[in-house]
C-alpha cells in the first residue's frame, strides 16, 4: 500500500474497504476472533469485568518513544489494569482524513499490532470511517478494553486509607515533555522520550504478589498532581508528598524550566501510582523494580487522615519543598494544553 | 570550580541556612513587595512562606502585565473584535481576562472574531505576512522586558514594508508604578524585591529613587530560593544599618548598565505617555505610545479604537491586592465566585497572578 493514498472510497464499505481490512487490519491484528470477520466479536470471559474507552488524537503522530497506535493500546490496556483486571479484548475505531498517506496508516496499525500482541490482548473488532480532508487531523483512534478483574476488592481512588505509602513506577513527564517539545520544534536531549508503555504486567505482579493494593492509577492527562488530587478527594484524605523523592529525569527537568512547564502537571503513558499499606512498600518497590518499567519506582509520600496534626484538608495534596517548606500541589486548572494523547 | 546554575541557586542546604540567618537577623517586621509576576510564583512554589520569620510579610504588587491591564485598556481591545477584516494576535493569558458585562477574547472568538494566540510580537508579523488581505493587530500588553521586541518587530515591519500589521501599545513600564506605590501615603512597603527581567533590559540606575528619594531599600534578584532569601538578608541589612541603596544581587543575568541596545530600540519606536493601571489608576509617563514618525503602525487611531470610561468590577479587589493592601484570601470573592476557572477580575486570570498563585499554591494554617 506504500505510495498510495487514502480515498474516501475507503471508508464506504465496498471493495476498498475490504482491501482495508484484508491487507492492513488482518495482516496486523491478526487472531481468531477478528478473523471471523462476524459483525460481533465473540468473546470467552469469566467473573467481574472491567471496561474502560478511550480516543486518541494526539498531534504529532510519532514520537520518539511512541506513536499514536502504541498510545491507542497502552492508553487502554492501562486503564482496565488499574481497576485490578486483566486487559483480555480491545476494540479499535478508526476517523481517518481523505488524502492521509496509506504508509502512515500502515505504520500505525503495524505499531497498534505489535503493543497489543506484547500486552497480551486481542483487538477483536474495529470500524473505519474516512471523512472528506480538514474534517479531522489525519488519524483519530478510538479504542475500548474489557478485562477480567483478578482481585477482590479491586482498587479504587476512594481506597487511599491514612497511613499508607504513595508509590510511582518512575520518571514524571516524559511523554508530556515529549509530545509538547516536539510540537514547538524543540529537540532536547535523545534523553526525552515517551514512555508509552503497557503496565498490565506490573499490575499483575503487585496485586497477586504483593497484594492488598488499595489504589492503583496511571497519571496521564493533568500528570501525577491531578491524579493524586483526584485521589485525596476520592478518599477524602490529605496526601504528603516529598517533592525530592519525586523521580523526574534532569533532561525532561531542564526542558521544562525553558519551556516554563512543571514535569508533575505533564501526562505519562507509562506510569502508575500504588498506594498501599506502608509495611507492604518495599515489597511494592522491590516488585516494581525488578521490571524495566519500573526500574525509578520510588516512594513519594504518605497518605494523612484531614484531621492530623499537619497542613492540609481533606481532598488537598500538600508538596513537602526541598527546602523543607510546603504548598500545596493543586489540580491542572484553567491552563490550555494542546492535545498530548 | 565550575557552577550549574540551574541548580546551585535551589540548593535545599543552603537555603535552609539562608532562613534561619533570616530569623537570627530580623529585629523588625519587613512587608516586601515584588513587582514580577515570576517572583509571586517562585516564592509560592519554593514553599518557602511558611518556613519564613512571623514578621516577614509577602506582598504581590503590581508585576503581572495582564493584570495591571485597565479595564478600559480590555474594552479597547474588545472593539477589535467586531471590525470586519482584523486579526487580533494576543498573548494567550488575555484570551480570558474579563472586560465590560462578562465579554473577553475567547468568547469574542467562539462568536466568530479572528483571534490568534501568539508566544512573540514576530509571530504576529509572520501572520501579516501570510494574510495580506487582513490586517493582523498584535495586542502589546507587558513591561520593558518585552516592549523592546516589539519595537524590534516594528522595525522590521517597516523595513519589510509590511502594511497590514501593527501594535495596540499597552505597554507599561515598571519604575513609575513603584513611585506612584511609594508616592502613597497609606503605602505599606517596606522593601522592594525588584524584577530580575525587566532589570536585564534597565540595569540598576532607573530605580535610584527608591532608596535615595523614600529610603526604602530595592534588591535585584533571581527566582531561586537562594536569590530570594540572600534578597530579604540584605533588606534586612539596610533597614538596620539606614543605607539604603539599590543592590544588583543578580549579577548572573542582569548587568548594572541593563542592556542599552534594547533600549535604544525602544526609544526609537515608543515614547513615554501617561498609562491607565487597574486598580491604581493613571500614572504619570507610566505607558509607551508610538512615536509620531510610526504612526501608522499604531493600531489605535489606525482602526478608530476608543479608551472607553468602564467601570471595575463590582466588588472585585484587585487594586487593594496589587497595591499591597490587601491579601487576596481577604478579598470577599476569593475562592468564592472568583477562581482560576472562573475569574472574576484579572489576578485571577493570569497564571502569575497574585490570586491565582495564592488560590493554587497556598496552604490555610
Not at chain 1, 66 to 76: K, P, S
Not at chain 1, 255 to 280: H, T
Request: with cysteine; aromatic share 6%; proline share 7%.
Amino acid at each position: 500500500m506504500a505510495g498510495d493514498t487514502l480515498l474516501l472510497d475507503y471508508g464506504s464499505g465496498g471493495k476498498a474497504a475490504h482491501r482495508l481490512i484484508g491487507e492492513l487490519f488482518l495482516k496486523h491484528f491478526d487472531n481468531p476472533v477478528l478473523r471471523t470477520l462476524d459483525d460481533a466479536a465473540r468473546l470467552e470471559l469469566t467473573g467481574p469485568l472491567a471496561m474502560s474507552t478511550d480516543s486518541y488524537v494526539v498531534d504529532p503522530l510519532f514520537f520518539p518513544g511512541g506513536d499514536i497506535g502504541t498510545l491507542a493500546v497502552h492508553g487502554t490496556v492501562n486503564d482496565v489494569a488499574m481497576l485490578g483486571a486483566r486487559p483480555r479484548y480491545l476494540s479499535c475505531g478508526f476517523i481517518l482524513e481523505e488524502g492521509l498517506d496509506m504508509e502512515v496508516l500502515e505504520r500505525i496499525v503495524a505499531s497498534m499490532g505489535n503493543a497489543a500482541r506484547e500486552a497480551g490482548v486481542c483487538i477483536v473488532t474495529g470500524d473505519t470511517k474516512v471523512v472528506p480532508r480538514g474534517m479531522a487531523d489525519k488519524v483519530f483512534i478510538n479504542t475500548t478494553g474489557i478485562g477480567e478483574i483478578i482481585v477482590n476488592p479491586s482498587p479504587s481512588g476512594h481506597s487511599a486509607r491514612p497511613g499508607d505509602a504513595v508509590i510511582v513506577s518512575g520518571t514524571m513527564g516524559d511523554h508530556g515533555l515529549t509530545i509538547l517539545s516536539h510540537r514547538e520544534g524543540l529537540n532536547f536531549s535523545a534523553d526525552v522520550r515517551s514512555d508509552s508503555a503497557a503496565l498490565n504486567g506490573l499490575t499483575e505482579r503487585l496485586l497477586l504478589e504483593v497484594g492488598d493494593i488499595h489504589v492503583l492509577r496511571d497519571p496521564t492527562r493533568g500528570g501525577l498532581a491531578t491524579t493524586l488530587n483526584e485521589i485525596a478527594g476520592q478518599s477524602g484524605a490529605v496526601l504528603r508528598i516529598a517533592e525530592r523523592d519525586i523521580p523526574v529525569r534532569d533532561a525532561v527537568r531542564e526542558g521544562c524550566s525553558f519551556l516554563g512547564l512543571d514535569p508533575l502537571y505533564l501526562a505519562n503513558e507509562g506510569k502508575l501510582i500504588c498506594i498501599l499499606p506502608q509495611e507492604k512498600a518495599e515489597a511494592a518497590l522491590a516488585v516494581l523494580r525488578q521490571s524495566p518499567l519500573g526500574a525509578d519506582a520510588a516512594r513519594i509520600g504518605t497518605v494523612l487522615a484531614p484531621d492530623g496534626a499537619g497542613p492540609g484538608r481533606a481532598g488537598q495534596v500538600i508538596l513537602e519543598t526541598p527546602m523543607g517548606g510546603h504548598r500545596l500541589l493543586s489540580m491542572l486548572e484553567g491552563e490550555q494544553l494542546p492535545r498530548i494523547c | 570550580m565550575s557552577v550549574n546554575f540551574s541548580t546551585a541557586f535551589k540548593d535545599p542546604d543552603l537555603s535552609r541556612s539562608l532562613v534561619e540567618r533570616l530569623h537570627r537577623e530580623l529585629d523588625r517586621p519587613l512587608r516586601f513587595m515584588e513587582v514580577c509576576g515570576t517572583h509571586t510564583v517562585a516564592i509560592f512554589q519554593s514553599g518557602m512562606r511558611p518556613l519564613l520569620p512571623a514578621g516577614v510579610k509577602h506582598l504581590s504588587g503590581p508585576g503581572c502585565p495582564v493584570c495591571v491591564t485597565h479595564e478600559s485598556e480590555v474594552a479597547a481591545y474588545l472593539q477589535l473584535a467586531e471590525k470586519p477584516g482584523v486579526i487580533i494576535a494576543t498573548f494567550g493569558d488575555l484570551m480570558r481576562v474579563p472586560g465590560p458585562g462578562g465579554a473577553n477574547l475567547k468568547l469574542a472568538q467562539a462568536q466568530g472574531a479572528r483571534v490568534e494566540i501568539v508566544y512573540s510580537a514576530h509571530d504576529a508579523l509572520k501572520l501579516a505576512a501570510d494574510n495580506p488581505g487582513d490586517t493582523v493587530v498584535f495586542l502589546g500588553i507587558g513591561f520593558e522586558t518585552t516592549a523592546p521586541t516589539v519595537a524590534a518587530t516594528v522595525l522590521m515591519a517597516r523595513e519589510q514594508g509590511l502594511k497590514n500589521f501593527c501594535v495596540l501599545s499597552f505597554h507599561k513600564l515598571v519604575p513609575p508604578a513603584l513611585r506612584a506605590l511609594l508616592a502613597d501615603p497609606d503605602c505599606a512597603v517596606d522593601a522592594f524585591l525588584l524584577p530580575g527581567h525587566v532589570s536585564t533590559i534597565l540595569g540598576v540606575e532607573p530605580y535610584r529613587f527608591v532608596a535615595d528619594e523614600f529610603h526604602t531599600p530595592g534588591i535585584i534578584a533571581g527566582f531561586d530560593p537562594v536569590d530570594i532569601l540572600q534578597a530579604l538578608l540584605i533588606m534586612v541589612e539596610q533597614r538596620k544599618s539606614g543605607q539604603f541603596a539599590i543592590v544588583n544581587s543578580y549579577r548572573r543575568a542582569v548587568d548594572d548598565a541593563g542592556n542599552p541596545r534594547a533600549r535604544e530600540i525602544l526609544d526609537t519606536v515608543f515614547q513615554p505617555a501617561d498609562a491607565l493601571w487597574r486598580g491604581i489608576g493613571c500614572i504619570p509617563g507610566s505607558g509607551l505610545v508610538f512615536r509620531p514618525e510610526f504612526a501608522q503602525f499604531d493600531a489605535m487611531p489606525r482602526l478608530g479604537l476608543t479608551l472607553p470610561e468602564a467601570k471595575p468590577i463590582a466588588g472585585c479587589k484587585c487594586g487593594d491586592v496589587l497595591k499591597g493592601k490587601m491579601q487576596p484570601s481577604d478579598c470577599p470573592l476569593f475562592a468564592k465566585a472568583c477562581t482560576p476557572a472562573k475569574p472574576v477580575g484579572p489576578c485571577m486570570v493570569s497564571t502569575e497572578g497574585s490570586c491565582a498563585a495564592y488560590f493554587k499554591y497556598h496552604v490555610e494554617a
